[in-house]
């Protein structure tokens, strides 16, 4: 069974660009959930999506948003990039809708803004 | 806001030897995750606890939660150097969020 998959893996961004990163999760997986990984602020929830919707956010400002495809594919975009988003991006991908699953992290696109 | 705290954060042990790493959280969940993350690596699941009074063991860690007082538990028995990782616990939150203590550094000395 394939595991989660995460596209591109590493990324240079300069400042005031923007970025869109993409994850595919498991056959038959239906959530995915995106988190930001950083030295300082350590594992932080982006936003969940579940069938298409977007069911949970985080603290993040405007320009962190997603999107879910038809086929459980998402999409992260980040606009504006800024220095500080410099991060690990994580998505997970799980089956179930209320939680009580395990969650598959895929391996991350690294995002490094100049 | 739930907060996730995990202690100690940093781990040195000696080979052989026992240790165990916690995980408090603020606010009622009967959900909890374990995660092993090497350099530069994604996170790993370990284990799914989701009651009160679960326990999972698999090789040398042993993961107990106890949801009354909002504690879970990560035993290492005689650790050896393939168990050097940080070590994450995570909180189930609405839906499938999930709130992350700061990490657990272990390094087993041979």
């Known amino acids: 069974k394939a595991g989660v998959t995460q596209t591109p893996r590493y990324l240079i961004k300069t400042r005031g660009q923007q970025v869109t990163l993409s994850c595919s999760p498991i056959?038959?997986?239906?959530?995915v959930s995106w988190y930001q990984q950083t030295p300082g602020q350590g594992l932080q929830f982006l936003f969940e999506?579940?069938?298409?919707?977007?069911?949970n956010k985080g603290n993040f400002p405007g320009r962190f948003s997603g999107r879910q495809f038809s086929n459980s594919r998402s999409e992260m975009n980040v606009s504006t990039l800024e220095l500080g988003d410099s991060a690990l991006y994580l998505c997970?991908?799980?089956?179930?809708?209320?939680?009580?699953?395990?969650?598959?992290f895929g391996p991350g696109t690294r995002l490094t803004v100049l | 806001e739930l907060k996730v705290e995990q202690n100690p954060l940093f781990l040195s042990m000696q080979e052989g030897k026992n240790y165990t790493i916690y995980c408090n959280y603020s606010?009622?969940?009967?959900?909890l995750y374990w995660y092993r993350q090497d350099p530069g690596k994604s996170l790993e699941s370990l284990f799914v606890?989701?009651?009160?009074?679960a326990v999972k063991q698999e090789g040398r860690l042993m993961a107990s939660l106890d949801t009354k007082a909002r504690l879970s538990t990560l035993h290492i028995t005689a650790a050896v150097h393939d168990l050097s990782a940080t070590y994450f616990c995570?909180?189930?939150?609405?839906?499938?969020?999930?709130?992350f203590g700061a990490g657990t550094i272990l390094r087993v000395k041979s």
């Open positions: 997970a991908s799980s089956w179930g809708r209320e939680g009580y699953n395990e969650q598959f």
């Open positions: 056959s038959g997986h239906r959530s």
């Open positions: 999506y579940f069938s298409e919707t977007q069911r």
């Open positions: 995570a909180v189930g939150q609405y839906g499938n969020k999930l709130v």
């Open positions: 606010t009622t969940s009967d959900r």
């Open positions: 606890l989701l009651s009160n009074g």
